[in-house]
């Protein structure tokens, strides 16, 4: 999460992901940290406004996660 | 003055350009909304089959901290989101103690590395705020 304070607010970015251990197809034995998943969020606002960004990425990965997967 | 107006323009554009989302670029009138479809299919694929996730937050600006927000803070509520949704979560501490639950059972070193990356919450992913 990077932000800059600018006066008040803070210009800033989130960025969710899922990281997992993953394979390259041009060598299956390495194993490497890739993120399978990602969703970022720009924006100018307050601490309050950050939390937001942060709650509305996660909604995101789980409306995602459940569509893949129907409990 | 013209010079910096000119230059915000050709920024402006760029981003206009290179950043909406994928369908908005390929379909800018959204007349195909299979095509909506088909790229919220792809990005869904790889989440098919999660066992479940630990939440893991790498960096907060020091003075986002000074307004009295924390990682563990942010990890907090991320878990407790993505446990009401019924996805199975795990700290690092719960995998510190499957490990050594292994480790008492299984003692050898050679085993253990194989079970860690197949079962339990240290074969969760991270969910990864950065």
């Known amino acids: ?71 | 003055m013209y010079q910096k107006i000119q230059v915000s323009i050709i920024i402006l554009g760029f981003f206009i350009l290179y950043c909406p989302p994928k369908t908005q670029a390929l379909d800018p009138l959204g007349l195909f909304p299979e095509l909506k479809d088909a790229l919220d299919q792809q990005r869904r694929k790889p989440l098919r089959g999660f066992p479940g996730v630990v939440a893991t937050i790498e960096h907060i600006y020091p003075d986002i901290m000074l307004e009295g927000l924390s990682a563990e803070h942010i990890r907090q509520m991320v878990t407790k989101l993505v446990k009401e949704a019924g996805i199975k979560t795990a700290t690092v501490e719960d995998c510190a103690m499957y490990v050594a639950d292994l480790r008492k059972r299984l003692g050898e070193q050679g085993q253990l590395d194989r079970k860690v990356l197949t079962e339990g919450p240290c074969a969760f992913p991270d969910l990864y705020v950065t």
Do not use: C
């Not at chain 1, 490497?32 to 995101?60: N, P, Y």
């Open chain 1, 1 to 71: 999460m990077n932000a800059h304070r600018v006066e008040h607010d803070f210009v800033y970015s989130a960025r969710l992901q899922i990281l997992e251990d993953v394979s390259p197809e041009r060598d299956p034995s390495m194993i490497v940290q890739a993120a399978t998943w990602d969703k970022g969020a720009v924006g100018i606002g307050t601490v309050k406004d950050i939390l937001k960004a942060v709650h509305h990425l996660v909604r995101t990965f789980i409306r995602d996660y459940l569509s893949a997967n129907p409990l």
